[in-house]
């Protein structure tokens, strides 16, 4: 495009400047390709051309440098990336348009979740015979009674290994129960509902225990940009449910996407170093966020939140009559390790979410006196310097914790 453009400047410069441009044109008319050919030789004969031809021959020395270069470091990398520091794998995820419900791709097996720059920290993964991360397959029917853990990316738990999820913890520690998780990355309280909602219908636990992190609530009410989970939205008439729908940004639906997955080069910039959500970081203020909860968001919509949190967990019952109902909610450990009081806005969660047990006739395991004696005990955190999700000690706290409520 470059050269096209000076040259026909340079071209039609000359036929003005010695007045032949009809000349020309009736040339172009009468002898065709051969006469245009003639008159390209002769604009390449020209200082113009000339200094083309050079930029030409430049730009394709260039090329024949840079692209093998390129294509032998991607290939090392891509190497490298393989056995020197492990990329991230994490497992790929899927909506089931039918059960409406986003879980894990059923067949991939197992394979290593990394963290950081140097894959400081990580977790083997493994995925069942329903789509979830967890060490054991999960039986729609049997003679044990089953306890069913709900909850976000801490309860699928891709940072440690399968096995060492409180889940799994806890399920190794009950001969006489069965102890499923289901957890995905990224879902709210309200999501929860829907959850609890497939996972009575199709294992009908005895128990279900549903894990809240303080990030759970403002994300609950309805923006339109979550389809793939149930949100709510409240409105002067009351309360309505968004149900959850396909998302087409998901790597189901895109064939480059799942190409692209394949490369460890391309997961280590994605998952590794996170370079998507760099501008993101890079703008956010930390003292807008609080234990990962934005706490303005919440400020914001404070009213619809509290009745949000009433209705789901109000619902989860009215649903569940029969059935052992426990919250396990997540200490705020930003406060914990600062040796500081949390916000009004994180207390206001605590305050909500005790208030929805105590309506609903639910039990709740506040994780928070417990975390904040611990810590002061011993100083050992419940994450990694890494990451922010509990860590092997952090969930084998929460499952020492879990036991003393459950086995009470």
């Known amino acids: 495009m470059f050269f096209s453009t000076q040259w026909t400047r340079a071209f039609h410069f000359k036929w003005h400047t010695h007045g032949t441009l009809s000349a020309h044109v009736e040339t172009w008319h009468t002898s065709g390709w051969k006469r245009w050919y003639h008159l390209l030789k002769e604009e390449f004969e020209s200082p113009l051309g000339r200094h083309l031809k050079k930029m030409l021959r ?16 991607a ?3 891509e190497i490298f990336f393989r056995i020197g520091i492990p990329a991230s794998n994490p497992p790929r995820g899927y909506f089931d348009e039918e059960a409406l419900i986003y879980r894990f791709l059923i067949g991939q097996d197992e394979g290593l979740f990394t963290i950081g720059p140097l894959a400081q920290q990580r977790g083997r993964w493994r995925i069942n015979n329903v789509g979830w991360n967890s060490p054991v397959d999960y039986e729609l029917a ?4 089953k306890v069913a853990v709900i909850g976000d990316s801490y309860i699928a738990a891709l940072q440690v290994d399968s096995d ?3 889940p799994a913890l806890v399920n190794a520690a009950l001969d006489d129960v069965d102890v499923y998780s289901f957890g995905v990355s990224g879902a709210p309280l309200s999501h929860y509902l829907h959850m609890s909602r497939y996972v009575g219908r199709t294992f009908d636990p005895d128990t279900l225990v549903i894990n809240l992190i303080l990030n759970d609530f403002a994300e609950s009410i309805y923006d339109g940009t979550r389809p793939h989970w149930l949100t709510i939205e409240v409105t002067d008439d009351g309360v309505e449910e968004v149900q959850p729908r ?3 940004s998901f790597i ?5 996407k799942q190409l692209l997955r394949h490369s460890a080069l391309v997961r280590y ?10 501008m993101q970081r890079l703008t956010a203020r930390s003292e807008d966020f609080e234990d990962n909860t934005d706490r303005g968001r919440i400020q914001r919509r404070r009213d619809e939140v509290e009745v949000a949190t009433s209705y789901v967990m109000n619902q989860i019952r009215l649903e569940n009559p029969d059935r052992r109902i426990i919250y396990v909610i997540d200490g705020p450990k930003q406060s914990i390790y600062a040796g500081s009081e949390p916000s009004d806005v994180i207390q206001f969660i605590y305050r909500i979410v005790t208030a929805g047990a105590s309506e609903s006739g639910s039990e709740l395991l506040n994780l928070w006196p417990a975390m904040q004696e611990q810590f002061r005990r011993d100083g050992v955190k419940f994450n990694s310097e890494h990451d922010g ?16 409520l459950f086995q009470d």
Do not use: C
Not at 60 to 72: A, E
Not at 142 to 145: R, T, V
Not at 252 to 256: E, K, L, T
């Open 58 to 73: 430049i730009l394709k020395n260039i090329i024949l440098v840079t692209l093998p270069t390129l294509v032998v470091l």
């Open 75 to 77: 290939i090392l990398l």
């Open 142 to 145: 049997g003679n044990k009674p």
């Open 164 to 166: 060492k999820s409180y």
């Open 246 to 248: 396909r998302n087409p």
């Open 252 to 256: 189901q639906y895109s064939r480059s």
């Open 269 to 278: 910039t994605i998952f590794n170093l996170k370079l998507p959500g760099l």
């Open 389 to 404: 999700h509990w860590d092997e000690y952090g969930h084998a706290f929460v499952a020492m914790q879990f036991l003393n």
